[in-house]
C-alpha cells in the first residue's frame, strides 16, 4: 500500500501506540488501514454410483497453476455467506448444480494470508462443464486422483481428508468430519 484511501496522502509503516503490529498509517489523517486475510471458499462434489464415491475437480486455465488440478474455490466476494460462495465457485468453474452439506475442512494459510474452507457437496446431476477458469472438469475416483498434478497442499489435504473419512465410513465407524490445518510454509510445487 503506498496512498491512503481516505486522503490520497503517502501512507507509513508504523506500530500505532493502541497496537502491537506493524500497520499502514497515514501521518496527514490518521487513518489506520488494518489488511486481513483473503477467505477462499469451495466445495468437494461428490458423486455415488455403483457403490462408489467419486469427486469433482477441475484443471486450471489460470495461474497460478495453470493446467493443475483443484477443488472448485475461489475468493468470496464482499455481501455472500461463504455457503453462497461456495456455490458460486462451484457453478462458475465447474458448472456444476450442487447440493451444499457441512462445513468439511478449513485450512489456514498464514504465509499468503489466506484461510481456505470446503464445503461437502452432493453434485444433483452429471451435467457439469469447463467454465473460464477450468480447461476441464473431471469425476474421479480415490485410485484415479492425479495427486501429483494437484494444485495446491490445500487441496491435498482436503482430499486426504476426504479419502481418510470415506474409508471409515465404509467400515462402519461413523460418518464425514470436520477438519483442519494449519500450513504455515509452502510445500515444494514442481
Known amino acids: 500500500m503506498k496512498f491512503c484511501s481516505e486522503c490520497a496522502h503517502p501512507v507509513t509503516q508504523i506500530i500505532p501506540p493502541d497496537d502491537t503490529r506493524l500497520r499502514y498509517v497515514c501521518t496527514q489523517c490518521g487513518t489506520i488501514h488494518y489488511q486481513n486475510p483473503n477467505m477462499v471458499v469451495g466445495s468437494v462434489p461428490l458423486w455415488k454410483a455403483d ?3 467419486r469427486v469433482l475437480l ?5 495461474e497460478p497453476r495453470y493446467g493443475y488440478w483443484t477443488l472448485p474455490a475461489g475468493f468470496m466476494e464482499n455481501g455472500e455467506t461463504t455457503s453462497e460462495a461456495a456455490g458460486r465457485e462451484t457453478e462458475e468453474e465447474a458448472g456444476a448444480r ?3 452439506h457441512q462445513l468439511f ?7 499468503v494470508h ?6 461437502l457437496a452432493t453434485l444433483l446431476d452429471l451435467d457439469y462443464l469447463a467454465g473460464v477458469e ?4 473431471k469425476l474421479f475416483s480415490e485410485a484415479e486422483i ?3 498434478e494437484i494444485a495446491f497442499p490445500t487441496i491435498s489435504h482436503t482430499l486426504r481428508f476426504l479419502f481418510e473419512d470415506l474409508a471409515r465410513i465404509r467400515n462402519g465407524e461413523g460418518d464425514f468430519r470436520f477438519h483442519t490445518r494449519d500450513i504455515n510454509k509452502p510445500m515444494r510445487q514442481t
Open 51 to 53: 457403490g462408489e464415491t
Open 58 to 62: 477441475c484443471r486450471r486455465a489460470i
Open 98 to 100: 450442487i447440493e451444499l
Open 105 to 111: 475442512s478449513l485450512l489456514n494459510v498464514p504465509h
Open 114 to 119: 489466506q484461510v481456505h474452507m470446503f464445503y
Open 134 to 137: 477450468s480447461l476441464e472438469v
Open 146 to 148: 492425479p495427486w501429483d
